[in-house]
């Protein structure tokens, strides 16, 4: 039968593993992806107004205000009729709030666990691909050619202790919104190469399709 539109979240703290997911689940579900990060980064470079003030909150590991970021991911949500995947939003109580006040509701959660000591090997060692966008890790997720190699950039947030602050700031925002999608939260262990982290989160959203197919009208 025909497919529902998802409405998924993904979260987890800095560096747990989301965008790497991210690129994975949309490849497979064709959902439209939208991550704040990338967002607001884009804004950053781009030198408008809204940019320029989030880039102090970024640059301390700080929530952006709800005033650029409530917009800014509700309109990406109204463009999105294949269905959205969410990304590092909401990361607060009052943001969880926004979207419940729109009757926006994810119909899944899913929460990707990785121990502190190994998200910041990870940050130190992660860089993007300015033309593609992919993220790589020199060591978990080597770049596949030399001319990808020497084109790579590093984001400015990561360093050993920025990352420190970012976690800060996660910790003390996430059991609020954590309790806001109780009823549908998933928990995937991060930990674990990302094949087999996708593996399950594959499983996830097949067994939620499979609940949200369309029975056609008789
Ligand atoms: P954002 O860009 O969302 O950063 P983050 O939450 O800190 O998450 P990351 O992008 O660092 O990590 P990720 O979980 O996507 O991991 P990745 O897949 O890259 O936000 C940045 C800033 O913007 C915030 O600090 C804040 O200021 C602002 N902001 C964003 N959203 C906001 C909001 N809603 N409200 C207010 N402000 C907001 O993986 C990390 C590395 O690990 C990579 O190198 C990767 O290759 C590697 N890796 C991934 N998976 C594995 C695996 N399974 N095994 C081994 N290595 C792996």
Same mark, same amino acid.
């Given at each position: ?5 998802? &409405?998924?979240? =993904?979260?987890?703290?800095p ?9 994975? $689940?949309?490849e497979?579900?064709?959902?439209t ?7 607001? &980064?884009?804004? #950053? ?7 320029? !003030? ?8 700080? !929530?952006?205000?709800?005033?650029i ?5 509700k309109?990406?949500?109204? $463009? ?23 009757? =926006?509701?994810p119909? $899944?959660? =899913? !929460? ?7 998200? #910041?090997? &990870?940050?130190?060692?992660? &860089?993007? *691909? ?5 993220i ?11 001319? $990808? ?7 400015? *947030? ?14 003390s925002? #996430?059991?609020? #919104?954590l ?9 995937? *262990?991060?930990?674990?190469?990302? *094949? ?15 609940k ?6 008789q």
């Amino acid at each position: 039968g025909e497919l529902a539109p998802l &409405r998924v979240m =993904i979260s987890g703290a800095p560096a747990s593993g989301k965008g790497t997911q991210c690129e994975m $689940i949309v490849e497979q579900f064709n959902l439209t992806h939208i991550a704040t990060g990338d967002l607001l &980064r884009a804004e #950053v470079a781009a030198g408008t107004e809204a940019g320029m !003030l989030a880039q102090e909150y970024m640059q301390k590991g700080q !929530l952006v205000p709800n005033e650029i970021v409530v917009a800014m991911v509700k309109n990406k949500l109204d $463009i999105a009729p294949n269905g959205w995947l969410l990304d590092g939003y909401p990361r607060s109580l009052s943001q969880a709030e926004a979207l419940e006040a729109f009757d =926006i509701h994810p119909q $899944i959660f =899913i !929460l990707l666990e990785v121990p502190e000591e190994i998200l #910041v090997q &990870r940050v130190v060692g992660r &860089r993007l *691909d300015p033309v593609t966008g992919k993220i790589y890790h020199l060591m978990y997720s080597p770049p596949e050619t030399p001319e $990808i190699a020497a084109r790579l950039t590093q984001r400015d *947030d990561d360093t050993e202790a920025k990352v420190k602050l970012r976690l800060k700031t996660h910790s003390s925002n #996430v059991q609020s #919104v954590l309790d806001t999608y109780k009823d549908v939260i998933k928990v995937v *262990d991060g930990n674990r190469p990302k *094949d087999q982290v996708f593996a399950d989160i594959q499983n996830l959203i097949v067994e939620l399709q499979g609940k949200t197919e369309v029975v056609p009208a008789q």
